[in-house]
């Protein structure tokens, strides 16, 4: 690959964007907000491989309500060997200065049945803890191949990959905290080289029985 570290840099972003709307992944740690559905048992699959959690919350009408206690959910990562990146809800716990959450009413999780919420908001940070080898190679030989089949001027249009897409199979949102007014990216059936598809096959994130990759 050739050119001004611009240009080189706007190549490789093109070619991130193609990876990310392929695979599904995010392969740094990226700050996010996601709105996923409720299970009946207080499960919520999250679309991402789960670094950390800062809040949880109920949407309530489209907004989200009162954020819970860290004791009202636990968070599993696939970043544990068989594990699976999710929040699970109704953990237990209670708060007697909050109307609703005291030990006598249930605690948090009577407290989120009295809701009765489909979907929690989920605040955290999410993706790879850095980069995989493979997937980096992967991207540098997509960017060779983007330039390959660019006129020199599309350099310019490259634009920075958008890091949060849809997953598929569950009734989940993406929203990035930087700017939660972009469009999210479709997923993609390629990356438009079949090389480059072969090497990123360990990595596709197509539905809950990939998430995070496992």
Same mark, same amino acid.
């Given at each position: ?9 706007a ?6 964007e193609r990876i ?11 700050? /996010?907000?996601?709105? $996923?559905?409720?299970?009946?048992g %207080?499960?919520?699959? *999250?679309?991402? =491989?789960v ?15 009162t954020?819970?206690?860290?004791t009202?959910?636990r ?21 007697? /200065?909050?109307?609703? $959450?005291?030990?006598y009413?249930? %605690?948090?999780?009577? *407290?989120?049945? =009295? ?18 080898p ?17 006129a ?14 849809d997953?598929?199979g ?5 929203e990035d ?22 090497l ?15």
């Amino acid at each position: 690959m050739t050119g001004e570290d611009a240009e080189v840099a706007a190549w490789i972003s093109a070619a991130t964007e193609r990876i990310t709307s392929y695979t599904q992944q995010l392969f740094e740690p990226t700050p /996010l907000v996601v709105v $996923a559905d409720v299970a009946p048992g %207080g499960l919520v699959l *999250l679309p991402r =491989r789960v670094r950390s959690v800062t809040t949880v919350a109920p949407v309530l009408d489209g907004d989200a309500g009162t954020s819970l206690s860290a004791t009202a959910y636990r968070v599993t990562s696939s970043d544990v060997l068989g594990g699976v990146d999710a929040v699970h809800l109704r953990w237990g716990g209670y708060d007697d /200065l909050i109307a609703g $959450a005291e030990s006598y009413n249930g %605690g948090w999780r009577g *407290l989120f049945d =009295r809701w009765g919420a489909e979907q929690a908001r989920i605040t955290g940070e999410f993706g790879y803890a850095e980069v995989p080898p493979l997937v980096a190679q992967a991207c540098a030989l997509l960017a060779a191949h983007v330039q390959a089949q660019a006129a020199p001027s599309d350099a310019d249009a490259a634009q920075a990959p958008g890091l949060n897409v849809d997953d598929e199979g569950n009734n989940v949102r993406i929203e990035d905290k930087a700017d939660d007014q972009d469009e999210p990216l479709p997923p993609s059936a390629s990356t438009g080289n079949t090389q480059v598809d072969a090497l990123l096959i360990g990595y596709l994130n197509r539905g809950h029985s990939m998430i995070g990759g496992i």
